[in-house]
């Protein structure tokens, strides 16, 4: 039986429990960390999910869940007990997040280590990688995250009640609580001097391991050598070895294959067909992916000359970026050599250079002690200062290496193109965006050998996780329906408004409530007695850090000292300190029912942070404000393709179809929108004449409802007789190939948002449709009747502060922004009609302005 890739990803569950896992206090830190990288974020509370949700005490418990409620596992694997003997550690709490390369695995390998230590679920983090090449990448960049003081600052929300800002180290040193390792995976063997098995020894229920690049330890048959076998296997050995008896462990890879199958632990994949289409991302996160399907060069010299034009044709195309790198993939060490030797003969005879020159242009990249020098000159060939522009390099040696320029791959032997994990490698290495393509998509050329290309199609697809879909993307027509639309980009401006620091007697901030405080907590600890073959359970009593009432006091003196050094104020003076401890004690007494008088180390932090308003007041507050910068133009025939899975058109996706522009589409796409008109339900395939489908895509993606009842009007002859042209808006994208506007809103938990909690969060929205009459656009939001919501209130209220600054700098179009709802869709379509669509207010905005 074929499976899907999809079909073997383990779902956890979405419904925790909130006092046991509330991950929405940790929304600012994501939205920080993250950005528009809605996968990391999704990747991240996955794992915690599982990790600490409190719904799965292993692997197994989870395999089952799904296996239970999945019959294409059962169907695949035929009992659970086959599926068990797959995953690689079933009696831990272990999973593997399989992000594609290039999408920013690191990001979520620090989420989940920073949140995991600020739950207090374990006191320490080890990260595990292959290399030390790998190993230097990701010091550096978990440096850079625990030292930005933006997250740390996300961090401080009073619901996050234990605050670690971690430090960085590797192994040479001893690890402490609160403190993250990084190490490569030689350090844990018993003959290499480490600190290791001191820091860890024993603490395994308290440590989270995070494995990079885990594919070694699902493959480790895959090395290049017995050497590297052998060291890979050790890895595995490491994270089973009682002496630790670590219980969470986490993989993160691109490629978590063995051979072609793939991993059993799955629980997040975003794919590279994913990312190369931008989903849950607002920029371009990978290059697109030209693979040869078919050439005439067939002798090496031949190929070779063709490698090499599209080398040059790289340059002139994508001449924003600063470099542009063609890589060699070979499967030995020696056949390395003897072509990075063939090639810069080949640049010697092209390019009438010396040897010296050559040899600056070609780098040879193996695991040979010869070749070590060149593994430090790979550090900095992303550098236009580097001349390296062709580099050869052994499969899989390349990991760790975080390059943006590479625009061609070449696999020179089939045996490093000939598996999922060799192909998702070999396609990592040149899938980075470089800075300056962040909102376009360049391409990279994979040059494999025609002669593979239908043996390795299958392959590649399921790698990219080419599904079945219909695409709906821009065609040239005898009528071009394309048509030019202006936006606006804002730029932010801090503004800080001066507070005058209160110079009389100062009212005390009000106290806050506190948490309900005990000097003492009890802990139950379960054993089993293996002689007595029997449990006992014991009871534990751990005494909590309290202070006395005079020590705050003292210490909110002393705060307020600080902040008058700062601001030049005088609130150590006007502050009372009778007056506050008396504040304080009447606050107590109903949060210490034992009197003791003392007060917690976690109330403590919650009355201190009560008087940060009075910082605020000394040195004023910041406010962003947003400037609209020049309008600029988008052309239609940019927009982004959009994508819907054939299987989607039975449930929840509909489509317009005009047979002469499904016509126009690429021969694939014809059978893919065929095949789901063939399967789709009746409602779900609206038809449409060459005269009323006034737009320029092959077909039309509607999501099935409100959209696809809209879409019935706007292809009904009476009311497209009144319209120019229009067209359907995608999900998603950038400035240049969609149409967005951007909103704020607040976001968080229901109860902080009752409490008028909550934080601040921008975003963009994507209005459904854009339907043009002569000079007037009418930009088209679509929802449901009962959808009044506090994000639409604030999509209502920015969109008509946008459209209004748009049609103050252009005069060019006249711009018009409409929410509508099923029960305006009738009256809307005659107000097109008899030509008042100008005027016309539908009830769901004005529902929106009412409530």
Not at 632 to 654: H, L, P, V, W
Request: charged share 30%; proline share 3%; hydrophobic share 35%.
């Amino acid at each position: 039986m074929i499976i899907k890739t999809q079909d073997l990803v383990l779902k956890v569950r979405k419904d925790v429990d909130p006092p046991k896992l509330d991950l929405s206090k940790y929304d600012d830190f994501l939205d920080e960390l993250c950005g528009h990288r809605e996968f990391q974020k999704d990747a991240i509370e996955t794992v915690l999910r599982f990790l600490l949700g409190g719904e799965y005490m292993n692997t197994a418990e989870l395999a089952r869940e799904n296996f239970d409620d999945n019959p294409k596992l059962q169907e695949y694997y035929g009992k659970f007990e086959y599926f068990k003997d797959k995953l690689e550690f079933p009696n831990k709490l272990t999973c593997t997040v399989d992000l594609a390369t290039a999408t920013g695995k690191t990001w979520v390998m620090y989420g989940i280590a920073q949140i995991m230590l600020c739950e207090k679920a374990v006191d320490r983090v080890l990260i595990l990688c292959p290399s030390t090449t790998v190993k230097y990448e990701l010091m550096k960049k978990f440096e850079k995250y625990v030292s930005d003081r933006h997250l740390r600052a996300t961090l401080t929300d009073v619901q996050i009640s234990y605050r670690v800002n971690p430090a960085v180290k590797d192994a040479a040193r001893t690890i402490r609580d609160e403190e993250i390792c990084i190490d490569n995976i030689h350090k844990t063997y018993d003959y290499v001097s480490s600190s290791i098995e001191s820091s860890f020894a024993g603490k395994g229920q308290r440590t989270l391991v995070i494995n990079d690049e885990a594919h070694h330890i699902i493959c480790p048959e895959a090395e290049t050598s017995k050497a590297d076998i052998k060291l890979m296997l050790e890895w595995k050995k490491f994270l089973q070895d009682p002496k630790y008896n670590f219980k969470y462990i986490v993989g993160l890879t691109g490629t978590p294959y063995k051979g072609n199958e793939y991993a059993r632990n799955v629980v997040c994949r975003y794919s590279i067909m994913q990312a190369m289409e931008g989903d849950l991302a607002g920029n371009y996160v990978i290059k697109k992916i030209n693979y040869v399907q078919k050439s005439e060069a067939k002798k090496w010299d031949y190929k070779i000359e063709e490698i090499y034009s599209n080398h040059q044709k790289n340059k002139r195309l994508w001449r924003k970026a600063k470099k542009h790198i063609t890589i060699f993939i070979t499967k030995t060490i020696n056949a390395a050599e003897k072509l990075a030797n063939e090639l810069m003969n080949f640049l010697i005879d092209k390019e009438k250079i010396d040897v010296k020159e050559a040899e600056q242009k070609v780098l040879v990249v193996t695991s040979s002690p010869k070749h070590e020098p060149n593994r430090a000159v790979l550090k900095t060939v992303d550098d236009p200062a580097n001349k390296v522009e062709w580099i050869v390099s052994v499969t899989m040696l390349t990991e760790g290496w975080d390059v943006d320029n590479v625009f061609q791959i070449v696999p020179h032997e089939e045996r490093a193109f000939n598996s999922k994990l060799l192909i998702a490698q070999v396609l990592g290495r040149g899938l980075r965006v470089p800075p300056e393509y962040q909102s376009e998509q360049p391409a990279v050329i994979v040059y494999n050998h025609d002669k593979w290309s239908e043996a390795i199609k299958d392959l590649v697809y399921e790698v990219w996780d080419y599904e079945h879909r219909v695409r709906s993307y821009i065609v040239e027509k005898e009528k071009d329906f394309n048509f030019q639309l202006h936006n606006l980009d804002y730029r932010k401006e801090e503004v800080t408004v001066k507070k005058h620091p209160r110079t009389g007697a100062y009212r005390i901030p009000r106290i806050p409530e506190l948490s309900t405080q005990s000097a003492i907590i009890k802990l139950h600890t379960t054993y089993y007695q293996v002689k007595e073959k029997k449990e006992k359970k014991v009871t534990t009593k751990i005494p909590i850090k309290m202070y006395t009432v005079d020590r705050v006091v003292n210490d909110i003196m002393n705060k307020l000292a600080e902040f008058d050094a700062e601001g030049k104020t005088e609130y150590a003076k006007t502050v009372s300190r009778k007056s506050l401890k008396t504040a304080i004690l009447k606050v107590l007494k109903k949060a210490d029912p034992e009197k003791t008088g003392m007060v917690s180390e976690e109330n403590k932090n919650r009355i201190e942070r009560s008087f940060d308003v009075l910082k605020r007041e000394a040195t004023g507050t910041t406010t962003i404000k947003r400037i609209a910068e020049k309008p600029y133009s988008i052309d239609t025939n940019d927009f982004a393709m959009a994508s819907a899975k054939i299987t989607e058109f039975q449930k929840n996706k509909a489509m317009i179809y005009e047979l002469n522009s499904v016509k126009l589409s690429r021969k694939e796409d014809i059978e893919f929108i065929e095949e789901a008109k063939k399967k789709a339900t009746f409602e779900n395939v609206i038809p449409a004449s060459k005269y009323t489908f006034k737009c320029p895509l092959n077909v039309v993606i509607v999501s099935y409802g409100n959209e696809r009842d809209f879409a019935e009007y706007i292809v009904k002859q009476e009311y497209a007789d009144c319209i120019d042209v229009w067209i359907k808006n995608v999900d998603k994208g950038t400035d240049k190939n969609s149409y967005r506007i951007p909103y704020s809103y607040r976001a968080g938990s229901v109860s902080s948002l009752a409490r008028n909690g909550g934080h601040q969060k921008e975003a963009y929205f994507y209005p459904d449709f854009i339907i043009k009459i002569g000079k007037d656009i009418l930009i088209i939001e679509i929802k449901s009747d009962e959808d009044i919501t506090e994000i639409n209130k604030a999509k209502l209220k920015y969109a008509k502060k946008h459209i209004k600054e748009l049609n103050d700098k252009q005069k060019q179009c006249k711009y018009y922004f409409k929410f509508l709802s099923r029960q305006d869709f009738s009256r809307f379509f005659e107000a097109i009609k008899n030509g008042t669509y100008k005027d016309y207010v539908s009830n769901l905005e004005t529902e929106l302005k009412i409530r």
